[in-house]
């Protein structure tokens, strides 16, 4: 009995061997790596730099590009680049341009100096922005085309492993780069951290060769996509309106409102309860992590702590978190693991009240960046195989970027206020209303729970 146990257990590791599933890791490294080098390795940064608090979490609203990605997704799901789209397909002709956009970008970030312009900076980090979720929009499509249902557990799991060793990069490695280069230690220089965000940009070369190598998900033109066009076609037959006005409009049904409507249509009631869980799940987390570099500065950590810590015992917890989550939406199902890793973000930002109270303590502060990573992986794993459940292939692309965009859109606001937060109420405060947070996501999760239990039933 304990023999078979074991060799499911097996069984279920073996899906990390398949080569698509594979091929996610660097994928996931070119998705993680601009995310923290526009939000919290810049506020590293811009702290060092003697940017107040305040302004740094205003600014982190530049991540809410990433809230917003469903307004342009319809055009990454059906719109062809001229000569990309023909000589790499739709998904990774839209790959290529937005890496290739993020790299230019954070050569601008790393050529300015906040101290001097900051409006400079803040426009190359929208940029960075707005192409990483446009990275985004069309990598998610890509990895729930590219595999069958069953897979897209794995996919999530290896999808955040590299993304999470990417972030790792993007946060310790930045610092351990500026670090290692700076020769005044004890006063800001802006040298280090061009050379360390030169690097980052020359590491998007990870995501565009893989791009340049991997095959393109043989999708067919859905049957569903052409019978949305047969209902437009319907609904206007009796304008008289000109042949490229009628085609236009056809277009639209089918890239901006079909995908919207077939969510509803099949969902049904359940739909807001749904998009209720999607925009909560992560808010402990997003919330959280904007404080948590000045958080690091303002106890004193150096950047080679940070970044050490973080380098090592951080990317083992995030690469086992993974492996964790995608082996367990195998074993006890999707929804049990979201709800567990929903415990677990809740539960590791009390470890950051702890460390507040410890002062300067670098064992402390190895033991809490391993559990929130650890937890991290799990849950991001179970969130994104959820959300990959919830998409038709039809409208792979829009339908994702919508959830995701609805994922980060709170969070992100209310992360707006963490600096006035922390200014007026400390950071321990901080860290437990983001705990609390988590509790009526719990909630959500549990319900969704019983709605999909009583749909299968049915």
Request: hydrophobic share 55%.
């Amino acid at each position: 009995m304990k023999s078979t146990g074991f060799s499911g257990w097996l069984q279920a590791l073996r899906v990390y061997t398949h080569p698509r599933v594979l091929g996610m890791l660097s994928l996931g490294f070119s998705a993680g790596l601009p995310l923290l080098l526009i939000l919290g390795t810049l506020s590293f940064w811009l702290r060092e730099a003697g940017i107040d608090r305040t302004t740094i979490g205003h600014l982190s609203w530049i991540g809410l590009a990433y809230s917003f990605k469903w307004l342009w997704s319809p055009l990454v799901d059906r719109l062809s680049l001229p000569l990309l789209t023909q000589l790499l397909g739709r998904r990774r002709a839209w790959l290529l341009l937005s890496q290739i956009i993020i790299t230019v970008a954070l050569v601008g970030m790393a050529s300015t100096d906040p101290v001097v312009n900051l409006t400079q900076m803040v426009f190359f980090a929208l940029a960075v922005a707005f192409a990483s979720a446009t990275q985004d929009i069309a990598l998610d499509a890509y990895r729930i085309e590219a595999v069958a249902a069953e897979l897209q557990g794995a996919m999530a799991a290896t999808y955040q492993a590299g993304y999470r060793v990417a972030m790792i990069l993007a946060s310790a490695g930045v610092l351990w780069i500026a670090a290692a280069v700076d020769l005044s230690a004890d006063a800001y220089d802006h040298a280090p951290w061009r050379f360390a965000y030169l690097v980052m940009a020359a590491s998007m070369a990870v995501g565009i060769i893989s791009t340049l190598i991997i095959r393109e998900p043989d999708v067919p033109y859905s049957k569903l996509i052409s019978e949305n066009e047969e209902i437009a076609q319907l609904a206007i037959a009796h304008w008289n309106l000109p042949p490229r006005i009628r085609a236009m409009l056809i277009w639209l049904y089918g890239a901006l409102i079909a995908p919207f409507r077939d969510f509803i249509v099949h969902h049904g009631r359940q739909a807001l309860l749904i998009l209720g869980l999607i925009a909560i799940y992560r808010i402990s987390d997003v919330v959280m992590g904007v404080m948590s570099n000045p958080f690091y500065v303002d106890m004193g950590y150096s950047k080679d702590e940070v970044a050490t810590i973080s380098k090592v015992y951080g990317v083992i917890m995030t690469i086992v978190g993974a492996a964790i989550g995608g082996v367990l939406t195998l074993k006890i199902g999707i929804m049990r693991t979201l709800f567990l890793g929903a415990v677990l973000s809740a539960a590791t930002n009390l470890l950051f009240v702890w460390l507040a109270g410890r002062g300067h303590d670098v064992s402390g502060l190895i033991f809490t960046i391993s559990a929130d990573n650890l937890s991290a992986g799990i849950a991001s794993c179970a969130f994104i195989a959820y959300l990959s459940g919830l998409t038709n292939s039809a409208y792979s692309a829009t339908q994702y970027a919508l959830f995701s965009s609805v994922m980060l859109l709170l969070p992100k606001f209310i992360a707006g206020f963490s600096g006035q937060f922390v200014d007026a109420y400390g950071y321990e405060n901080f860290f437990i209303a983001t705990a609390l947070l988590g509790f009526p996501v719990l909630i959500l999760v549990w319900l969704a729970g019983q709605a999909k239990f009583a749909t299968s039933a049915k």
